[in-house]
């Protein structure tokens, strides 16, 4: 539920900044809140899973928080405020934190929410096989939880780790009911699967929508939420329409009330039709980035990395693909975060020239009949796997463009195949990429970055680690210290760059397009993505 609390109209001013522009005063025309009502929202990409714990996609970030709530949750300054919890408290050393629960909270089926319901939640989390890429990552220093009476528990850390904080705001560290964590479909989740939040997932239609309910009993929103009490709308239903055109379609001809994911080309359409509302937010966390595989040929030497890197005009695909409205990223983090180095920008990239001096010193000195680089007979090839769940953007339509790109620029074949999420997990399994594209919507960089960067981390796909950064990856967690946290990233962004390691492309933004009658949307403040429905009203 991690609310709109930036309206679209805060969100409005935003937009400006980051490509677009947004009708005046989006929401006004809805009036004050109202309640009651059956809200129709279609959204681009189908959830792989409902279960919180299992989170991985930031398209679905809003489904998330519309029926599952966590211990804290994000201010607008980045920090942190109660939401399940009423407090938090942390010991001097920075390896023990005390969170006082809220005693009036009940899950949907039922069970009572307390300190029982938090530690049973985190031995889930433990359970072999279930949340491996959760207990190695932002539970990596996690060493027990106690309950010390019915509504305190403490949670002690190896070492200090701020990014504990973040853990307990965010989808991952959502609470399941008791009752929930014994379903045989805990991890596909669904109608079956209870949380505390303000609307209760009763039907899912895989492929085609998945409907909520308002929950009669809510009554404890975090303090910045918008509103307290039970949510405004009786319903909503989320329809899975996958092309931008279609949902823009059923925006303007008034078959869905909401849309979100209105891609450059459509977005002439939504602003110039007086019944529609539109703005953006970019999002933080990483940039999208394109991670080269440098545990096989060619991306094992740098100067193929540098290569591709230096073979793409990053701004004129992006201007063609996105037509002005994308925010070029230069860095693995976005440029919307507090920790972005904008030294970084303008220092490599567009250089064809480079570009094939690189790849004749690298021993690609020769042409086939199509015109790709060869080297003792054998074509440069490249290959990215795109899973189609996690294709946003039209990132797809990216990817082509940067295969033509280098193909002029340098002679590279990089091939892009989109398949089901089974195959693509297969092809990186077995290690058939030698190109991997992840943004991430985090609301702690560090917390992207520890999925990433470290050895043996659980998305480090790129193969390139060293003692340097693991250090710096491992001192960014440890203190709570902004200036710290700053420098310290600075040296690890750079350091990635010099290796090559990625090719920033765009930072993720989200877009939300509605008729001008419903009031209350908005972004969360941290993360930049679309909240959920709570705040969100009809009017008359």
């Known amino acids: ?49 409902f279960n919180p714990h299992q989170y991985a996609q930031a398209k679905a970030r809003l489904l998330v928080w519309n029926s599952f709530e966590a211990l804290l949750t994000h201010d607008d300054k980045g920090g942190y405020l109660p939401w399940l919890a ?25 069970d009572k929410f307390d300190a029982a319901a938090v530690k049973a939640n985190l031995d889930q989390l433990f359970v072999p096989g279930y949340a491996p890429g959760v207990t190695s990552t932002q539970l990596k220093n996690f060493a027990a939880a106690k309950v010390v009476d019915p509504y305190t528990i403490e949670v002690d850390l190896k070492q200090p780790d701020v990014q504990i904080l973040d853990f307990f705001a965010s989808p991952q560290g959502a609470q399941i009911s008791p009752k929930s964590l014994k379903s045989p479909n805990l991890k596909a989740g669904g109608p079956d699967v209870a949380g505390t939040g303000p609307f209760i997932l009763d039907r899912y239609d895989k492929g085609q929508e998945v409907h909520y309910k308002r929950n009669p009993a809510y009554n404890w929103a975090p303090a910045n939420a918008g509103h307290q009490g039970a949510a405004y709308l009786d319903e909503i239903t989320y329809r899975f329409l996958k092309e931008s055109s279609v ?45 080269f595989n440098q545990t096989r040929a060619p991306f094992d030497d740098i100067k193929v990395r540098k290569a591709f890197r230096d073979a793409v005009d ?5 201007q063609g693909v996105y037509r002005g409205t994308a925010t070029r990223a230069w860095s693995i983090l976005s ?4 920790y972005y180095d904008p030294s970084l920008e303008k220092t490599y990239g567009n250089d064809p020239a480079e570009a094939n001096t690189l790849l004749d010193e690298a021993g690609w000195a020769t042409k086939d009949t199509e015109g790709f680089r060869t080297r003792d007979g054998k074509r440069l090839t490249v290959r990215i796997v795109l899973s189609a769940p996690f294709v946003r953007d039209k990132r797809d339509i990216l990817a082509q463009a940067v ?10 074949d990089l091939q892009v195949k989109v398949v089901d999420q089974g195959t693509a997990n297969d092809a990186l399994a077995r ?24 050895k043996g981390a659980p998305i480090n796909r790129h193969g390139y680690s060293s003692p340097e950064l693991d250090a710096q990856v491992a001192a960014g967690a440890a203190t709570a210290d902004p200036a710290k946290r700053k420098e310290i990233y600075t040296g690890l962004q750079r350091e990635l760059t010099g290796n090559a390691t990625l090719l920033p492309l765009y930072a993720p933004a989200d877009q939300i397009a509605a008729q001008k009658k419903i009031g209350g949307l908005g972004f969360e403040p941290t993360a930049g993505v679309p909240g959920s429905a709570y705040n969100v009203w009809i009017g008359k």
Request: hydrophobic share 40%.
């Open 314 to 318: 990053v701004d004129g695909v992006l």
């Open 335 to 338: 440029p919307s975060g507090p």
């Open 1 to 49: 539920m991690r609310r709109f609390m930036l309206s679209l109209s805060a969100a409005t001013l935003l937009a400006a900044g980051c490509g677009g522009a947004a009708a005046d005063d989006p929401g006004a025309a809805a009036g004050g809140p109202v309640a009651g009502g059956r809200l129709t929202w279609a959204v681009e990409t189908e959830p792989v899973t």
């Open 403 to 412: 295969q033509a790109a280098v193909k002029q620029s340098a002679g590279i």
């Open 86 to 110: 009423r407090s938090y408290e942390a010991s001097a050393d920075g390896k023990q934190y005390t969170f006082k629960l809220r005693d009036d909270v009940t899950f949907h089926d039922g």
């Open 247 to 291: 949902r823009v379609g059923a925006l303007s001809s008034g078959q869905v009330d909401v849309i979100e994911g209105v891609p450059a080309t459509e977005q002439g359409l939504v602003k110039a039709d007086p019944n529609l509302q539109f703005a953006q937010h970019l999002n933080s966390g990483t940039a999208y980035n394109y991670y």
């Open 431 to 454: 290690n058939e990429f030698e190109v991997f594209d992840n943004s991430r919507a985090d609301t702690d960089a560090g917390a992207a970055l520890t999925l990433i960067v470290p």
